[in-house]
């Protein structure tokens, strides 16, 4: 499994098109010239940013999801068709190492001119440059947090 780690600030073109960080790309490993890389982008349930995972990690997330929902219950149906909407499935451009970032995306999180992929673990997120770091818990917030959960 892919560990993204890192903060990167590429600019988006007139398109929604942003190169896609080297040192993410590096982690997928060295592209041919005909190889396709997918990623599944979707908007983030708790925070104003894009979530985009590999696809093979989307399908162990989505899998792992359904599999707590019993889609013959109105309320676990309406849930997930829900969870499943506003999302794209993006492919990395093979000679520049781009993606196309639908609009309507972009306008979810307010970005226009630069974005910030930041690498968290299994996924990447995708925020507004300028929301950025907006939602960052206090220093002692987060210790108080990490010893609740993991103390």
């Not at 499994?1 to 790309?25: H, N, S, T």
């Not at 041919?32 to 696809?55: G, H, R, W």
């Not at 999302?87 to 307010?110: F, M, S």
């Not at 630069?114 to 299994?122: N, R, T, Y």
């Amino acid at each position: 499994m892919v560990k993204f780690i890192g903060e990167y600030v590429p600019k988006l073109d007139d398109k929604g098109r942003a190169v896609v960080p080297a040192a993410f790309k590096n982690l997928l490993g060295k592209l041919q010239p005909d190889q396709e890389i997918s990623f599944v982008i979707k908007k983030d349930i708790f925070a104003n940013c894009l979530n985009m995972f590999t696809y093979e990690q989307w399908n162990q997330e989505s899998e792992q999801v359904r599999s707590r929902l019993n889609l013959f219950r109105r309320e676990d149906a309406a849930w997930y068709r829900e969870y499943m909407m506003d999302r794209a499935l993006v492919t990395l451009d093979g000679k520049v190492g781009r993606i196309i970032i639908p609009k309507n995306l972009l306008a979810k999180i307010g970005a226009d001119k630069e974005i910030v992929f930041s690498g968290c673990d299994f996924k990447i997120e995708i925020w507004a440059k300028e929301n950025f770091g907006n939602n960052r818990l206090s220093e002692e917030d987060f210790t108080n947090l990490t010893e609740k959960l993991l103390g």
